[in-house]
Each structure stands twice: as structure tokens, then as C-alpha cells.
């Protein structure tokens, strides 16, 4: 027998490494298929939008899709990137058909297509965020570069390959 899920108290804290998003005119545009059906703005200056059914909690309130969670997936700045994290959500959160692992920031592009389910009705797009520039194109090594006999140090500006909501 399956036990019921115990909901999550309190509204999903924004992950230590968050910082304000710099963007304006940030948003999540709600289409079906090549039609736009509205618009959530995503305000400059907040650290953490949350996509869930849970009214005065939900950032973005999904109200007409029963297999969102009432805390879905959280949309997290950090400098003028954006990830995305599944907050354990019962039907999956994906970014472009790629299904994220639970509590693992995934970052995100402008254009991004997010889905709240396996079968959803229909996707939130990513519209405001800059384009990444063009990676130039690799230049020939001048010399080889010895290696550093040192503890891999993470990336700096990268969170950390997991979140865990504060308890």
C-alpha cells in the first residue's frame, strides 16, 4: 500500500548559493502548442519563484492542472543564470522531454520549454532571459598545461550538484 506523501511545511526555502535575478521583463509564457495562453512575470530582485497549486505559496499558481504539485519545481537565480529544481514532485518536472532529478538544479536557457507531468497540457516557456553568447571556437593549445596536483574545487558560480530544503 502506498502511504500518503507528507506535504512539504512552509513554502520552499531559496537554496543558500541563490542571489536576486538582475532580469527584468523575466517570465514564464504558458503555451499549448504554437498558442499563448498568459503570462507569469518573474520580478526582478527575488531569489526563489515557486511553480505549484498551492495558493499563497505558489509564485506561479497553477490552478488548472491536477497533476501539478502544490510545490512543484522551483525557479532559482543565481548571478544572471536560472536553474530549475524538481522539488520531489509526484508526476516529474522536465525541461525540453529531459525528466530532472529530484532536488537537482538544472540550469536553463531562454526559449527553455518546462513541463509539469509526463503528459502535461501544455508547456511554460522561458521568454526575457538573455541569449548566451556563441562559444568562440576552441584556439589550438600553445603548450601543454601541467596538472595541479590539488582537490577538485567546484565551479565557481555553480550550485551545488543538490538542494535540500531546510528542515
Known amino acids: 500500500a502506498r502511504q500518503p506523501r507528507s506535504p512539504m511545511s512552509g513554502k520552499f526555502p531559496p537554496p543558500g548559493w541563490a542571489t536576486e535575478t538582475p532580469h527584468a521583463g523575466l517570465g514564464l509564457e504558458v503555451r499549448r502548442g504554437g ?10 530582485g527575488q531569489r526563489c519563484f515557486v511553480i505549484g497549486r498551492q495558493p499563497g505559496v505558489a509564485d506561479v499558481l497553477v490552478t488548472d492542472d491536477e497533476a501539478v504539485s502544490r510545490q512543484h ?15 520531489k514532485s509526484l508526476r516529474g518536472t522536465f525541461v525540453n522531454g529531459a525528466r530532472l532529478k529530484p532536488n537537482e538544479p538544472v540550469p536553463l536557457a531562454a526559449g527553455a520549454a518546462i513541463s509539469l507531468s509526463d503528459a502535461p497540457p501544455y508547456s511554460l516557456v522561458v521568454v526575457g532571459l538573455p541569449e548566451a553568447p556563441a562559444a568562440p571556437a576552441a584556439a589550438p593549445a600553445a603548450a601543454p598545461v601541467a596538472p595541479v596536483a590539488a582537490a577538485p574545487a567546484a565551479t565557481p558560480g555553480a550550485p551545488p550538484a543538490s538542494v535540500s530544503p531546510a528542515a
Open 73 to 87: 519545481a522551483a525557479i532559482v537565480p543565481r548571478g544572471d543564470k536560472l536553474y530549475l529544481i524538481d522539488l
Open 35 to 44: 498558442q499563448l495562453l498568459r503570462r507569469h512575470e518573474l520580478r526582478a
